[in-house]
């Protein structure tokens, strides 16, 4: 089945110079990448991505990590797509905690635990077709994206835009 997941190159990534090792890593599904770019993630994104984690412990430093703690604070983000797309990258990025993941896979290779107790895992991947959904549409507009995944509509907006000078 096609379908399309969510990547999240998260800071530590970027921080540890793992950027083209992981995409690398990625290129090994054979899947398409159809939209990428790198995000400044706000306090209001980062919750939103994993409000579901709101009641766990390690909730506030979660959100600290994806906001990036250290000084260069960005995530990498990018939507890949093909046949069974969530599972091929959820497969080769590993287990969520660094130290039970495969080692041969992104986390088993690049996390760490950090004293505090994060996993500092490098990479997002959706793990089915509703979080997919959800998240890619958190972090995406439908024109940063080279194929219409998901319907869209035309609105009017009087809204005050950047623009280049
Ligand atoms: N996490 C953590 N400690 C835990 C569980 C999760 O630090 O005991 C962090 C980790 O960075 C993980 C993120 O919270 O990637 C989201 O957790 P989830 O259970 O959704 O794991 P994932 O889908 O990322 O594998
Ligand atoms: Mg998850």
Redesign the pocket.
């Known amino acids: 089945m096609i379908n399309q997941t969510l990547v999240l190159i998260?800071p530590d990534g970027l921080k540890k110079s793992l950027t083209g090792n992981i995409l690398t890593r990625l290129s090994e599904t054979k899947l398409d990448i159809v939209a990428a770019k790198i995000v400044r993630v706000s306090r209001q994104l980062a919750e939103e991505h994993?409000r579901?984690?709101k009641d766990?412990p390690?909730y506030e430093?979660?959100i600290k990590?994806?906001m990036g703690y250290y000084h260069k604070k960005k995530v990498m983000a990018l939507v890949y797509w093909g046949e069974d797309a969530i599972n091929k990258v959820?497969q080769i990025?590993g287990?969520?905690?660094p130290e039970e993941a495969d080692m041969v896979s992104i986390?088993g290779q690049y996390g760490r635990?950090t004293t505090k107790?994060?996993?500092?895992?490098v990479i997002?991947?959706?793990?089915n077709e509703s979080e997919a959904e959800r998240e890619i549409k958190l972090w995406f507009a439908p024109d940063e994206l080279i194929v219409d995944i998901y319907p869209v509509k035309e609105v009017k907006s009087d809204k005050l835009l950047r623009v280049w000078v």
Do not use: W
């Not at 107790?117 to 895992?121: A, K, L, R």
């Not at 997002?124 to 793990?127: I, K, L, P």
């Open positions: 998260k994993y579901h984690m766990r390690f430093e979660l990590y994806m959820r990025s287990a969520t905690n986390r635990i107790g994060v996993y500092e895992n997002h991947a959706s793990t």
